[in-house]
């Protein structure tokens, strides 16, 4: 199994900066992919970013895409989400889950194919 650990969330203002962490932990050498999810209030879950632990090639939602950026260090079995220029819809709980195997054609965006999860950091953005 794998063991992951959010931190970094927070309150900020419209248009400023945090940066997410999740640490990895257990069968880290079985990590595949890293993905982050958020799900706002009484909204669905979805996707955010991901990166491939090998290659390091990274993912991104279009509602984010040139505001957040993911990296990895593999030495260090973390994942972060520097996320910038952060609006009052970027609200939600910020989750980080990994898999361990390749992905089925979109699976990549799908919460139901990541198998390990966080408990989730809280991102509240004011106007």
């Known amino acids: 199994q794998v063991q992951l650990v959010e931190s970094g969330g927070g309150l900020v203002q419209a248009g400023g900066s945090l940066r997410l962490s999740c640490a990895a932990s257990g069968r880290t050498l079985s990590i595949y992919t890293m993905g982050w999810f958020r799900q706002a209030p009484g909204k669905e879950r979805e996707f955010v970013a991901a990166?491939?632990?090998?290659?390091?090639?990274?993912y991104g939602a279009d509602s984010v895409k040139g505001r957040f950026t993911i990296s990895r260090d593999n030495a260090k079995n973390t994942v972060d989400l520097q996320v910038n220029s952060l609006k009052p819809e970027d609200t939600a709980v910020y989750y980080c889950?990994?898999?361990?195997?390749?992905?089925?054609?979109?699976?990549?965006?799908?919460?139901?194919?990541?198998?390990?999860w966080g408990q989730g950091t809280q991102v509240t953005v004011s106007s």
């Open positions: 990166i491939t632990w090998s290659g390091g090639r990274a």
């Open positions: 889950a990994t898999r361990t195997r390749p992905f089925s054609p979109g699976g990549l965006y799908l919460g139901s194919s990541y198998e390990y």
